[in-house]
């Protein structure tokens, strides 16, 4: 259940031009078929859950400084494979750019060339309405939607932390139902969280 968190193209990722994110490698890597939580102001007073996706591919990405291009001296590789200008520019654009001087102007700001990491991936949820991303409660990750969808399933109930889908935290009573009210809280003992 990893969560990501924008801090820029948060519109373009709730309208569904934005489909992928480039990050830095993790210690437990995201992989393909993983839920993914999109997030804007994760841990802070104004987060906000954007949206609940499956991870649909990951690729290793290297951005460094080389080759002649227009824009800059440069080249991409994603999975040792070069990118041809145009799939640079393509590449640019699907992360939310307007541009690939842009985009490698942030990556060289943010985290300096050469830049190694992955390029995350994600579609829409198996059982979402065609050609949007659910938001329903049949996808809802509070424990009591949870706990309901795994009785329906005849499944166990699944053992993963419940987080509260507003403020991410785990003791919040909205991570536990989300007819509750989000407290924006990590502290134990509050009325209606299945966490002590």
């Known amino acids: 259940m990893p969560l990501l968190n924008f801090t820029v193209f948060t519109d373009k990722i709730l309208s569904g031009e934005k489909k992928q994110t480039i990050r830095r490698e993790r210690n437990r890597p995201i992989k393909k078929g993983d839920l993914l939580h999109l997030f804007s102001g994760l841990r802070t007073k104004n987060c906000k859950k954007l949206l609940l996706a499956k991870v649909s591919d990951v690729q290793k990405i290297h951005i460094s400084e080389s080759q002649l291009h227009i824009d800059f001296m440069g080249h991409i590789a994603i999975e040792n494979k070069l990118l041809s200008d145009n799939e640079m520019d393509e590449l640019a654009v699907a992360d939310g750019f307007n541009s690939l001087k842009e985009f490698v102007d942030f990556f060289n700001q943010h985290y300096g060339l050469p830049f190694d990491g992955v390029v995350i991936k994600w579609g829409p949820l198996p059982n979402a309405p065609a050609g949007r991303f659910d938001r329903t409660v049949r996808q809802c990750p509070c424990l009591r939607c949870l706990t309901e969808r795994d009785k329906a399933d005849g499944r166990f109930l699944q053992s993963a932390m419940q987080l509260c889908p ?20 990590n502290e134990p003992g509050q009325k209606g969280s299945s966490y002590a």
């Open 166 to 185: 507003v403020c991410g935290n785990k003791r919040c009573p909205k991570g536990t139902d989300h007819d509750l009210e989000c407290t924006g809280s």
